[in-house]
């Protein structure tokens, strides 16, 4: 046989093999296919005698990767399809979802993708998603992937996802990110697109953000303020500072350094002003990326009107 026995999915009770794109071989049992996927099942009813294994059917699948396969059929070897609430690796369930997709295992892309798009929600916007218990481990680069599979599994695509993938920077989002298997995802033209043409509008919204966090009018700001104006003297000059990066970021801007309530300018403030600045802040950055904001950035609203601030 020119195939290569996997040595974890090699079962002595198979009663099919299959064999990946690499040329790896999986033998497992018939029904653990058939009894979530219709497609092995009408695969597997209609095929032809043809190559035989031990008595067992061989089956190509020429398009499907190894890695992929394993993690697919190791869930279905070991785990029932209410174990995706489990803390997995986010490559494991999207390989799931990718083996899941392609076979019309539907039960399993309805439980799988929801995990995976609370984790990468939860990761961005955790104000709306508070009591989120995705438990996924996963790198802000992941988000290629999953708006890649949000688009295969045609499911609606979160807005936060986007925004992972343009705070890696202009040039992943130009050439891709490259997974555990090699394989690179890139972002689609129309997504590349949405990504490239948010930058004025994310630019806008962290402006309004920089300038409501820095607002020394606010009522009570410094209320409880001991050191006369030295406070709100400080937090003047930092709306400056911040402006001024603001004003002179290139390209894609660094966002998220525009606005830090706990850099050294900030430690320079008295306890109760920093304290409040931290807060203040930490709420303008969460409407700065709430829901509805980011779908208005990403082009991915039903309208063109800007969100209330």
Known sequence: MAYKQDQELWFD???VVLVADDETAFRIPKYLL????PVFESMFRDAHPGEM???CPVVRLAHDRSADLRHFLRFLTEDKIESLTKNYPFSTLAAILRIAHKYEAVEIVEAAYPRIEDAFVYHVQPRWYRYSKAGIDFKPEDAFEFVNLARLVNKPLPPAALFLCYACGLAKLRDGVARADGYIERLSEEDFERCIHAIPRLSEA?????????DVTRVRTFRDCN???????????LLEARRQAWANAEGIPNLAAMIVTEGPEEKSLCPSCKGWLSDWGNECCDDARSPERLAWCFFLDSGDGQPSA
Request: net charge positive; charged share 35%.
């Open 13 to 15: 009770t198979g009663f």
């Open 34 to 37: 058939t009894r979530v996927s």
């Open 53 to 55: 294994e031990d008595g």
């Open 206 to 214: 962290y402006r309004q953000c920089i300038v409501k966090t820095y």
């Open 227 to 237: 050191r006369d104006d030295r406070c709100k003297k400080q937090v003047q000059t």
